[in-house]
């Protein structure tokens, strides 16, 4: 069966990205253990990500209200992203053109949860507001967080190789999110060959894409003779195969700079 397939597939690849991990630990200076298992998850989102985005380190994330994002460690953006780099090599990405963040950590533990949820929280908020609308009678929008948009929100994600239990890092995750509005939460905690933490319905189990106002926070253990990229795979599907935006009005980006100077003009 496909599926099956699928399984057996991501099944190998979460064991070598241990393995590789457990490697790179092994001769990598403590400055470059971050990169190697950046590396490692980015090098998975390239080949499960819906191919119109694109995973991006070593990015920064500007938006028109002069506002930078904390350093993330990975970004998902739109492919038709303008590609503005700096000198040090770093993409600058404006916030329109972004879809998702990733934050990948190497133990989880309540101080790392807090700082991806800060990190993920300070981005989402960010203003989108440069776009050229395409003048039609449908308008297209997109509801999540308990808010319905005219641009696609940014998701955000943890994604782990080791952590506390499970469960002590839900209770963690519930402490940070009681006192926030949905629009801050975290869509998704995964930790490999441990298992994921989901929002869902209450009332039926069914997990969501995204949190929204009265959801419940599902742990969901993997399975011994799996591990979480199945389902990994299909939450990525999910959140990106539908991502879009308006066209990039870059021209917002200029502020008040001047584009020049009027000297001549002609007229027939």
């Avoid at 329109?96 to 133990?107: A, F, L, N, P, S």
């Avoid at 949190?211 to 389902?231: N, Y």
């Avoid at 008040?256 to 027939?268: D, E, H, M, Q, V």
Wanted: with cysteine; charged share 20%; net charge neutral.
């Amino acid at each position: 069966m496909p599926n099956e397939k699928l399984g057996i597939i991501l099944r190998s690849v979460a064991k070598r990205m241990h393995a590789d991990f457990e490697q790179s630990q092994a001769f990598n200076h403590n400055g470059e253990s971050g990169t190697s298992r950046e590396v490692l998850i980015h090098q998975f989102l390239c080949d499960y990500l819906p191919a119109h985005v694109e995973a991006l380190h070593n990015a920064e994330v500007i938006a028109t209200n002069g506002d930078v994002s904390p350093q993330a460690d990975i970004v998902i953006i739109d492919r038709g992203a303008p590609p503005f780099t700096s000198l040090k090599g770093f993409r600058i990405i404006p916030n329109e053109c972004i879809y998702g963040m990733i934050e990948v950590k190497t133990k989880l533990d309540k101080k790392q949860l807090t700082d991806s949820c800060n990190k993920i929280s300070k981005l989402r908020q960010m203003p989108k507001l440069a776009y050229r609308k395409i003048p039609g009678v449908i308008t297209r929008t997109t509801t999540a967080y308990g808010e319905t948009r005219e641009h696609f929100p940014t998701s955000g994600m943890v994604v782990a190789f080791n952590s506390l239990e499970l469960e002590t890092i839900g209770n963690h995750l519930m402490d940070w999110c009681k006192s926030r509005n949905p629009n801050e939460w975290p869509d998704s905690v995964w930790v490999i060959g441990k298992g994921y933490l989901q929002w869902g319905d209450p009332q039926t189990g069914v997990l969501y894409r995204s949190p929204s106002p009265g959801s419940a926070l599902f742990q969901i253990d993997a399975d011994p003779d799996e591990d979480i990229l199945l389902p990994l795979a299909i939450h990525l599907n999910i959140h990106f195969a539908e991502a879009w935006m308006h066209p990039l009005n870059l021209a917002a980006y200029a502020g008040t700079r001047p584009l020049g100077k009027y000297a001549r003009s002609w007229s027939i």
